[in-house]
């Protein structure tokens, strides 16, 4: 099982913009108040359009989805909540938490998957019943997963709820990893909504914001766990995860990259930046607008494509 693909899907934004429904646990979200709603778009357009030919540019196969200017989805630039896409041929779609996120499931997507990519798909594992139960679990930003040592690593939060990930894990063969991430949010500790602000698995490395673990037993297993699959660990501080550090995704090209935004770049140390490099270099672009509006970075912007190719 390869813990990075060559393949990855991408949406490119009609209609982005801040969203009031997610903004109500994503304290990442920022009003943008000196830009319109179409200098907010046309920003994140202008950023997206930068990365998707840096990420060709060395080799990575992108898969490039137009949105539907139909439904009012303006987070639709992050896929990888919504739906991933298994070794196995299998997809599976996610419990969103916010309703007009719900708009942005899309199975004509997996039609273009099959026919224009020459995917195989063997089947929909459909875990969207948990909505009726208000449960949540937004795919690989709730859930981390070293594809490998088949490990799911899962910050519990609003929008990643314990029974589903038990469920996710027993569909597809992972051990759990549960735990809780904090953050400081006006001089209070509140849960994370996403795991993969605070971690990222590559093949040989996990960046992670252990100081995020407040509970020590919980921080003990996580490390304990890690140590077992051998990679090496980077820690990265709470002020770095503010500026999307954790948010970053190991994608193969010509050979492999670690893809992240200039911000989360920028705020790394020389020494975290030669740990990464030592198993892969950096590829960072400028993510200002959608990391602000949206509250998300590179990585909930690549759903990655671990599919079979049709025979």
């Known amino acids: 099982m390869k813990q990075i693909t060559n393949s990855i899907m991408m949406i490119k934004p009609v209609g982005f913009r801040y ?3 997610t903004a109500v646990n994503n304290y990442y979200q920022k009003v943008l108040d000196d830009l319109t709603p179409d200098k907010i778009q046309e920003n994140a357009l202008r950023e997206f359009n930068v990365l998707v030919e840096k990420l060709q540019s060395i080799g990575v196969n992108v898969v490039v989805i137009e949105d539907d200017k139909a ?3 303006p987070d639709s630039i992050f896929p990888n909540n ?3 896409f298994h070794n196995d041929g299998m997809v599976s779609l ?3 938490c916010a309703e007009n996120r719900r ?3 899309r199975e004509d997507i997996f039609d273009t998957l099959v026919d224009e990519y020459g995917f195989t798909i063997e089947g929909i594992k459909d875990f969207t019943e948990f909505e009726d139960h208000d449960k949540f679990l937004e795919g690989t930003g709730s859930m981390v997963l070293d594809r490998e040592n088949k490990i799911c690593y899962a910050a519990i939060s609003i929008r990643t709820d314990e029974i589903a990930v038990m469920q996710f894990c ?3 063969g992972y051990r759990p990893v549960c735990f809780t991430a904090n953050q400081d949010v006006d001089g209070e500790r509140m849960a994370i909504y996403h795991t993969n602000v605070m971690m990222c698995v590559g093949d040989a490395f996990v960046a992670i914001c252990l100081d995020s673990i407040d509970n020590t037993t919980e921080r003990e297993n996580v490390i304990e766990i890690l140590k077992e699959t051998g990679k090496e660990i980077v820690e990265i501080t709470e002020a770095q995860k503010h500026r999307f550090a954790g948010n970053m995704l190991q994608v193969m090209g010509d050979r492999s990259y670690v893809v992240m935004s200039s911000s989360a770049y920028s705020s790394l140390t020389a020494e975290q930046r030669n740990a990464i490099e030592k198993y892969s270099p ?6 200002d607008t959608i990391e602000a509006c949206g509250g998300g970075s590179a990585r909930c912007m690549m759903a990655e494509i671990f599919l079979p190719k049709q025979k």
């Open 19 to 21: 969203n009031e429904q």
């Open 71 to 73: 439904t009012d989805t």
């Open 82 to 84: 919504w739906v991933s």
């Open 94 to 96: 996610y419990p969103m």
């Open 103 to 105: 708009d942005e499931r």
């Open 170 to 172: 027993e569909e597809f």
């Open 282 to 287: 950096i590829l960072y672009s400028s993510l």
